[in-house]
């Protein structure tokens, strides 16, 4: 089976910054129509001035499903159909922390935007896909969803949570035509990682074989392969993007 982007429509969640606009850049020069789900306006707006043409943003919090449902349904009326959903809004919360010492209201906050976003943007998104029996959803999960990072419950325990959650949509949706796979990746130079605390950074780092951190580029990569058309035998599955981190 060839690859056929043309006239592919993708949403992409957290899709003006970091790994979802990587894997948006790589999509649109491939000839995908990408629309971006983002709550950064500026972003959005970059966004914009530099792809310029097939190209549509929403400023959508992904924690609120009327904003989800709303823009899924102007999409699927503008588009015709959505082919591609990817799933990378996501945020690491406090870090750095024993769980003790976790908030509650931090950790609620994590699991929200980590993992009921992800089911809730799915949702309004599957029907468009069944309707058409075609569809490649990808969850950005994470390598401490395996293993679990010290310092890191609120994140590592939604990402667990994503896994989780892919391998039974896999199984719900593979007579379907849909495909759902999620990545874990190790630590990936984003905006998200610079904003986290050194000694964090270096305990994720110091844990990867290949001693040194995954670049968006490299993301993008593995994404484009996991929701393309060539993926077809492949559901339920969570890819390893940990240079030789996780190798299971």
């Not at 994140?155 to 989780?164: D, M, P, R």
Request: aromatic residues 8%; hydrophobic residues 40%; proline residues 2%.
């Amino acid at each position: 089976m060839k690859n056929n982007w043309n006239n592919k429509t993708a949403i992409i969640t957290g899709g003006a910054n970091g790994l979802g606009w990587a894997t948006a850049q790589r999509l649109h020069r491939a000839g995908v129509t990408v629309v971006l789900f983002d709550t950064n306006k500026d972003a959005l707006k970059n966004a914009e001035l530099e792809l310029k043409q097939d190209v549509l943003t929403y400023d959508v919090d992904v924690t609120n499903f009327e904003q989800i449902d709303k823009a899924v349904h102007d999409v699927a009326v503008r588009c015709k159909r959505i082919d591609i959903l990817i799933n990378a809004a996501g945020i690491t919360g406090e870090t750095n922390i024993k769980s003790h010492e976790v908030s509650l209201e931090d950790f609620e906050r994590v699991w929200a935007i980590n993992v009921k976003g992800s089911l809730a943007t799915f949702k309004a998104v599957a029907p468009y896909m069944l309707e058409h029996r075609y569809g490649r959803v990808l969850n950005v999960a994470s390598v401490s969803g395996k293993e679990g990072n010290a310092g890191m419950v609120s994140y590592s325990s939604s990402k667990a949570a994503v896994i989780g959650m892919t391998k039974s949509q896999g199984k719900e949706y593979a007579e379907t035509g849909i495909s759902i796979n999620s990545i874990a990746p190790a630590v990936v130079r984003t905006g998200m990682v610079a904003a986290m605390p050194d000694e964090q950074v270096k305990y994720m780092t110091d844990k990867i074989p290949m001693k040194r951190c995954g670049e968006m580029e490299e993301f993008a990569a593995m994404a484009m392969f996991i929701v393309s058309a060539e993926n077809s035998f492949t559901t339920g599955f969570t890819y390893d993007l940990t240079g030789g981190r996780a190798v299971y």
